[in-house]
């Protein structure tokens, strides 16, 4: 089935109380895309990963991901993706080795598969000589490298990426892209993040959806937007589709409420 | 099993990596140990109750016990915190080996350091009546251990930040440890204080530890088996439960 999607979302919807931070949001990611979500903050990027990687359940429409129901089968869904959050999610107390060990057993990846992907992937990420040392001896960009290591140590077939550049030096920045270019064009896996540097979503997505209080707003390549808009940049073309008013302060309220959202839910 | 193994195995990598944390917890049960154990034996003494210090030896080695194991249970706040929480929540195993592990890992642990405060007793002349049975109480030790840790990870499934801590530690830890019989004999309290000792699990804990290192207790090592293991399987439930409800 070449033209199935691997990613389907249809109709999602999540509330954290009266404030609905995913507001009906339908799409499609084809199978060895890189597609990028783009939108300013609060806009409901991290709310929708949340739920496509399985750690919030939404209050209304579906997800199928490489073919599994996410509401049905979470555990194959699982099996399906790896993610980088956009903080950082390793242990600090454990070394870049054991990380990666820690993640290849949780995924079920056999002894000897899983000693050659980690020498693989952490050379490839430059931390081979580092392996032996504590994460929280690592700088940011370390960190960041070594999550992305540890997100493809499954071989999932679509990796998430939450903001996956942000405080990182150009430098870095652009390793990341290179090699995850490099293994969508390789291995043909899908690429999916999150970002508001339209820079980078014009450079590295093949295509956008803008997402701006909790709705796609458009979608389509950089060029199809700016054209939509008649606007030069995509940046122009962000703004002629989201407005030009400055999120800070609504993003504060937001996240006191999905706070509060999430205190709530976990009591109950 | 794997799942439940790796996660054991992080608790205790993360235990032993800190030894200031090792040796940190030890100053509190000794400090008790000293004061109390040496100030108020005398009292004791004249009271006909015979050595404090060797009733207030397997109170000690319950403290360490219930503070350790409650602790690593509520660790999971800075993992959460940190972020770590979410690499074990999105992996596609059951939320239920996760949390046996973790508590699995945080229960050896805190029997570690159970068995730590019992040499430590040794050397000011703690003497358990009889050696056979000190492996019998290790057991003991773990299914408390077992006990306190799942009941920290139900704390920290509820909770979002360290905030609650401080609560926590004066609302429950601090009550659980006084009004178990960790510090006073149990038998011939007022019926109030004996009525709430009888409600507390670590009671049961602590006179089992009695029980087998010094040959008395209160309420006989059969009914403290019974209560200790219904007790873990109710925590264990409840945490496993509130455990599998977290989103993030």
């Known amino acids: 089935m070449p033209d199935e999607p691997i990613i389907r979302v249809t109709g999602l919807v999540k509330k954290f109380g009266d404030f609905t931070a995913v507001d009906d949001v339908s799409f499609d990611v084809k199978k060895g895309e890189i597609f990028a979500f783009l939108g300013p903050n609060g806009a409901g990027k991290s709310t929708t990963i949340k739920m496509l990687t399985t750690v919030l359940v939404p209050n209304g429409g579906s997800i199928v991901l490489n073919g599994y129901d996410a509401a049905k089968d ?13 903080d950082p999610s390793l242990d600090d107390e454990l070394t870049a080795e054991e990380n990666m060990e820690f993640h290849g057993v949780l995924y079920g990846v056999p002894a000897k ?30 960190k960041r490298r070594l999550e992305i290591a540890r997100g493809l140590l499954h071989h999932p077939a679509v990796i998430f990426l939450d903001e996956p550049t942000l405080g990182l030096d150009p430098q870095t920045r652009n390793h990341m892209w290179t090699y995850l270019q490099e293994l969508n064009a390789k291995e043909g896996i899908t690429v999916f993040f999150t970002t508001h540097y339209m820079e980078e979503a014009e450079r590295i997505a093949q295509r956008i959806a803008i997402i701006d209080h909790g709705k796609i707003v458009a979608m389509g390549t950089a060029a199809e937007l700016r054209e939509r808009t008649g606007k030069g940049s995509l940046e122009d073309a962000f703004l002629a589709l989201t407005g030009s008013v400055i999120r800070e302060e609504e993003a504060g309220s937001i996240d006191r409420m999905r706070a509060r959202g999430r205190m709530w839910q976990g009591r109950r | 099993m794997k799942t439940i193994y790796i996660l054991w195995l992080r608790e205790l990598k993360r235990y032993f990596r800190s030894r200031s944390r ?8 000794i400090l008790f140990l000293l004061a109390l154990g040496y100030g108020l034996g005398t009292v004791f003494q004249k009271a006909g109750e015979g050595s404090y210090f060797q009733f207030l030896a397997p109170g000690i080695i319950g403290m360490s016990i219930i503070f350790t194991a409650i602790f690593s249970g509520i660790q999971m706040i800075w993992d ?25 890992g945080g229960a050896t642990v805190a029997t570690l350091q159970g ?43 509820l909770l979002d930040d360290m905030q609650g801590f401080q609560l926590i530690m004066n609302f429950l830890v601090m009550p659980l440890f006084f009004l178990s019989g960790a510090l006073f004999p149990i038998d011939g309290l007022p019926p109030v204080l004996a009525g709430i000792v009888r409600f507390d699990p670590l009671s049961y804990g602590i006179d089992s530890f009695r029980i087998l290192l010094t040959g008395s207790g209160s309420f006989g090592i059969g009914v403290d088996f019974a209560v200790l293991a219904a007790a873990t399987a109710a925590f264990l439930a409840i945490g496993s439960y509130l455990f599998s409800k977290i989103q993030i």
């Open chain 1, 74 to 86: 979470p555990a194959a869904v699982r099996r399906s993706f790896g993610i980088v959050f956009q």
């Open chain 1, 113 to 142: 598969l899983r000693k050659e992907r980690i020498r693989e992937l952490l050379e490839f990420v430059e931390l081979w000589d580092r392996r032996k040392s504590l994460v929280k001896e690592f700088s940011g960009g370390m």
């Open chain 2, 22 to 29: 090792i040796i940190g917890s030890l100053g509190q049960p």
């Open chain 2, 80 to 104: 959460r915190q940190f972020g770590f929480l979410k690499e074990t929540l999105v992996a596609p195993v059951n939320r239920l080996t996760i949390m046996i592990g973790r508590t699995l």
């Open chain 2, 115 to 157: 068995l730590l405060v019992f040499l430590i007793v040794l050397i000011p002349g703690f003497h358990p009546y009889n050696w056979m049975l000190v492996p019998v109480a290790v057991l003991f030790m773990l299914l408390v251990a077992l006990l306190f840790a799942a009941l920290g990870t139900a704390i920290a499934s």
